[in-house]
């Protein structure tokens, strides 16, 4: 389960061989209330079960450090190696990616649909 740092090196790899601008910025991910703790614990595990590096749980202190203008949190999951990127420029070079070896892309089209199989 480690597809997600597989997904993330690769992801900043494909952005720099393509000067394609990111930021490393982290990411803080707050609970305000309980409820949103009880599923904040949730998401957290599986965070760790797919080994996402410095992932941390903080506490409402360890917040205001990180993020001075974050209030009303009383938890929050810190990713310190989450960042933000145009993705509809990662898209764009996907595409020139695609028809450089063959592909071609088709847009505006219609599609009819008669009937709709379900598993």
């Known amino acids: 389960k480690q597809w997600y740092q597989r997904r993330v090196r690769g992801t900043y790899k494909y952005c720099d061989e393509r000067a394609i ?21 949730v998401l957290y595990d599986k965070g760790l079960q797919n080994k996402v590096p ?16 974050c209030t009303g949190g009383i938890k929050a999951i810190h ?26 892309i088709k847009t505006d089209l219609s599609t009819q649909c008669s009937s709709i199989n379900t598993i």
Do not use: H
């Open 21 to 41: 601008p990111y930021k490393k910025c982290g990411k803080l991910i707050v609970a305000t209330n309980d409820k949103e703790s009880e599923r904040l614990e």
């Open 79 to 104: 990713s310190p190696n989450t960042g933000i990127v145009d993705w509809r420029r990662v898209a764009l070079s996907y595409a020139a990616d695609f028809e450089q070896t063959g592909g071609t």
């Open 54 to 69: 410095g992932l941390a749980m903080v506490d409402r202190n360890e917040i205001l450090e990180i993020e001075p203008y």
